[in-house]
C-alpha cells in the first residue's frame, strides 16, 4: 500500500463527519501491533527515546477495534483500545477490555501527532 495514500487514509479516522467512509477504511486498514510497517516507528522510538502513539484500527477475531498503538523506547510494543465507544461507533467497533500502563523514567520524551492536520500537538522532550 503507497504509505501516503495509507497516512491520508488513517487521518480520516479523526473526522467524524466522514463516519461511513471511515467504517469502510477501517476494517480495510485493521491490523496489529506486530506488523512490519510499523518497525520505523520502533526504530524513531528506540534511537530517540521518544514515546510514540499511533492511531489504527486493529482487529479482535472478526472484530474491529480503535486502537492506539504504542511504541516505546527499548520496550516491547503495546496497544490500547478505546473501551467506551460513542453511540454511533457501536454498530461498527467493539470495546477494548484493558487498560495499558506506560512506563516513562523521565529519560524519554512524549510526541503527540495529529494526524488529521498533520501537525505535533503536544511535545515533551
Do not use: W
Request: net charge negative; aromatic share 8%.
Amino acid at each position: 500500500m503507497d504509505h501516503q495514500f495509507h497516512a491520508q487514509s488513517c487521518a480520516r479516522l479523526t473526522q467524524p463527519a466522514e463516519r461511513g467512509l471511515t467504517c469502510a477504511l477501517a476494517r480495510d486498514l485493521a491490523t496489529d501491533q506486530n506488523e512490519g510497517r510499523f518497525d520505523d516507528f520502533q526504530t524513531i522510538s528506540d534511537t530517540h527515546q521518544l514515546t510514540l502513539g499511533v492511531g489504527m484500527p486493529t482487529t479482535s477475531g472478526t472484530d474491529i477495534l480503535i486502537s492506539m498503538l504504542i511504541f516505546q523506547s527499548n520496550r516491547p510494543r503495546q496497544t490500547y483500545s478505546k473501551q467506551h465507544l460513542h453511540q454511533d461507533e457501536l454498530p461498527y467497533f467493539v470495546g477494548g477490555q484493558q487498560q495499558v500502563f506506560l512506563i516513562n523514567d523521565n529519560t524519554e520524551g512524549i510526541l503527540l501527532f495529529d494526524t488529521a492536520t498533520e501537525k505535533v500537538i503536544q511535545q515533551t522532550i
